[in-house]
């Protein structure tokens, strides 16, 4: 129940933090989905395997949380939880380059599906390509610091 | 440790939910069924956010604000007083109600030419001994005069917002006043008849000046709360400045009589002198 509640406040926090930086990125084209890569990073470092039932649920608080349309994240983060699910295994043998570009890539997607959602009459391309640019960098740069940089502090989920 | 791939049940679990979500979302998009539930969230987050701020940040802050408007309530407090007292001192002179000059026709005549020529210049108080004043003969305090031209100022008069405080004696770093009310000085004054001239001195007691004359030569009765003002003779002060009124009558001798009269001015109300130039 406590690591529940430690997992949606952190969710709320990652949100709040999404929803803020979102206004300043809009503005050159880039939208980091932070809320759907801490879910996505979660269930990449879970030891088991996450229920659908979970990532349904996380995607509805995440809809209800975000104000977006109910069900937009749900689809995202189930299929993305099950994908992880099925090649996790798999993911212990790529290279951080190539886990960082499944990770951006896959940010991208988000972007495109949410756009395609709740943006379809001003879709942009430009939008989706230099998110994806971007998404992908940030992963990267995510990645070097969890590399580089002492772990002194260890979120236990 | 290795994880397991998804169980062809887990897959089922799967592809249901992103049916659901896939419906829910169709059905979101094309109806406002799930209105209620976002407004009711969002009302609950605004409440929510507002108890919180109001437990944790409001009292913070208003610990901070209390500390840092007080401090800035005193200064403030400190500025309009002085900004107060400084449009007390500008008006006194020139204001027509005031009881500065017996003849009101000199404001007057001042006021309708627009020329007034009662120039003073602005003195703060640097100091003053309030026990030596309530107890003792000398009474002295030290001004530092704001607007100091190369203008000299020995033997300028000194007012406050009452009136008359005194005159500056001596000049250093700052202007030293000699107070009506020390013992070693003399104001020479008079009644509104011009019937009665003497010179009063100081008492050595707070607000409280003397005048002695013999009844024998000055015939004209005198009495209680009678007002005296300046008559000029000195030099020092300019004429027909209202002094302070008769509080007790001392009849010594069938020579001498003792005339007690209570200034209008105390120098310990306020820090802001005029230093009269004329």
Redesign the interface.
């Known amino acids: 129940m406590i690591s529940l509640l430690k997992r949606l406040f952190l969710i709320i926090f990652i949100n709040f933090i999404d929803l803020n930086i979102a206004l300043l990125f809009s503005k050159i084209f880039i939208i980091i989905p932070l809320t759907f890569l801490a879910f996505s990073y979660y269930v990449y470092k879970?030891?088991?395997?996450i229920?659908?039932?979970e990532?349904?649920s996380f995607?509805f608080f995440v809809d209800?949380?975000s104000?977006s349309?109910?069900?937009?994240n749900?689809?995202i983060y189930?299929?993305t939880?099950?994908f992880i699910?099925?090649n996790?295994?798999s993911f212990k043998l790529f290279s951080y380059l190539q886990i960082c570009l499944f990770f951006g890539l896959s940010a991208s997607a988000y972007v495109g599906f949410s756009q395609l959602?709740i943006n379809l009459y001003n879709f942009s391309y430009v939008t989706l390509l230099v998110s994806s640019f971007a998404n992908i960098i940030f992963c990267f740069f995510i990645a070097l610091i969890a590399s580089y940089f002492p772990k002194r502090i260890s979120i236990k989920l | 440790m290795a994880r397991a791939a998804p169980t062809p049940g887990q897959k089922l679990s799967f592809i249901f939910f992103v049916i659901l979500s896939s419906l829910i979302l169709y059905i979101d998009i094309t109806s406002n069924n799930f209105k209620s539930i976002k407004n009711g969230f969002k009302s609950f987050k605004i409440s929510s956010s507002y108890i919180a701020k109001e437990i944790s940040i409001e009292p913070l802050k208003s610990i901070i604000s209390l500390s840092k408007s007080k401090s800035q309530l005193i200064e403030e407090n400190k500025d309009l007083r002085e900004a107060l007292e400084l449009s007390y001192l500008n008006n006194y002179l020139i204001s027509k109600e005031n009881i500065f000059f017996k003849d009101k026709e000199i404001i007057k005549k001042a006021h309708n030419e627009n020329n007034y020529k009662f120039e003073y210049d602005i003195a703060y108080l640097k100091s003053i001994d309030p026990n030596m004043y309530n107890c003792c003969d000398k009474h002295r305090m030290f001004i530092d005069i704001k607007q100091n031209s190369d203008n000299l100022y020995v033997e300028s008069v000194v007012f406050n917002t009452e009136g008359l405080v005194g005159q500056i004696i001596g000049e250093s770093k700052f202007y030293e006043v000699l107070l009506l009310t020390d013992i070693s000085h003399s104001l020479p004054i008079k009644l509104n008849s011009s019937e009665f001239f003497c010179n009063a001195k100081g008492s050595g007691r707070s607000e409280y000046i003397i005048c002695t004359y013999n009844p024998l030569v000055w015939t004209k009765e005198i009495k209680e709360n009678q007002i005296f003002y300046t008559s000029g003779l000195g030099g020092i002060y300019p004429k027909d400045i209202e002094v302070g009124y008769v509080s007790s009558i001392e009849v010594v001798d069938s020579t001498q009589t003792n005339i007690e009269i209570k200034i209008l001015a105390n120098p310990l109300n306020g820090n802001i002198f005029g230093v009269l130039r004329y």
């Open positions: 879970s030891d088991k395997n229920s659908s039932l990532a349904f995607g209800l949380i104000d349309y109910f069900g937009l749900t689809i189930c299929l939880t099950y699910n099925q996790a295994n959602i």
